[in-house]
T-cell receptor
Framework: AQSVTQLGSHVSVSEGALVLLRCNYS??????LFWYVQYPNQGLQLLLK??????LVKGINGFEAEFKKSETSFHLTKPSAHMSDAAEYFC????????????FGTGTLLAVQP | GAVVSQHPSRVICKSGTSVKIECRSL??????MFWYRQFPKQSLMLMAT?????????EQGVEKDKFLINHASLTLSTLTVTSAHPEDSSFYIC???????????FGSGTRLTVV
């Protein structure tokens, strides 16, 4: 079974500062890992994903994440926060095909201060 | 790319009535779809896996008699909330998952309010 833990339900950064959102996973098989963003009253938008290959994954809007198997982590970063980055971010894990279920973390609400 | 259409986007119903939510895959055939529920300011909780031509697989704690799922064709899955109560008010989202590295596509969600 898969599970995801997101440390920090709320993160606040200043505009221009580094964004770091933490995600740790648990999986009995090699995981597929995802980060999604959700703006208020909207659906989910995929930021990036890791399935196989290069462990540093670059996504949209300047976000990237690094898969670290030894640490069972998949933290999301962005060098410089913009006001438009304020949203809810979800880390998610799947087993890549056995059940193909996508399991979400509890989410991190990112606030960006001017 | 894969497109998933979910309808309606918003619905208000009276307590005790039933509501049907549709999830359509517009440009591909989906043998499996997933249904999630999201309460305000919370995460998405997987409710069930919808399987074309067979019974849905429900997650632990989800009432299968209350949340009826039908996946009668390769392009349509429906979720019916039966005898809705105010505590069923939530955001319901469907998804299609592709095997391998393609990932998932989500519908735009349905905001259900039971009054």
């Amino acid at each position: 079974a898969q599970s995801v833990t997101q440390l920090g339900s709320h993160v606040s950064v200043s505009e221009g500062a580094l964004v770091l959102l933490r995600c740790n996973y648990s999986s009995s098989v090699p995981p597929y890992l995802f980060w999604y963003v959700q703006y208020p009253n909207q659906g989910l938008q995929l930021l990036l994903k890791y399935t196989t290959g290069a462990t540093l994954v670059k996504g949209i809007n300047g976000f990237e994440a690094e898969f670290k198997k030894s640490e069972t982590s998949f933290h999301l970063t962005k060098p410089s926060a913009h006001m438009s980055d304020a949203a809810e971010y979800f880390c998610a894990v799947s087993d890549g095909g056995a059940t193909n279920k996508l399991i979400f973390g509890t989410g991190t609400l990112l606030a960006v201060q001017p | 790319g894969a497109v998933v259409s979910q309808h309606p986007s918003r619905v208000i119903c009276k307590s005790g009535t039933s509501v049907k939510i549709e999830c359509r895959s517009l440009d591909f055939q989906a043998t499996t779809m997933f249904w999630y529920r999201q309460f305000p300011k919370q995460s998405l909780m997987l409710m069930a896996t919808s399987n074309e031509g067979s019974k849905a697989t429900y997650e632990q704690g989800v009432e299968k008699d209350k949340f009826l799922i039908n996946h009668a064709s390769l392009t349509l899955s429906t979720l019916t909330v039966t005898s809705a109560h105010p505590e069923d008010s939530s955001f319901y989202i469907c998804s299609v998952g592709f095997r391998g590295s393609r990932g998932y596509t989500f519908g735009s969600g349905t905001r259900l309010t039971v009054v």
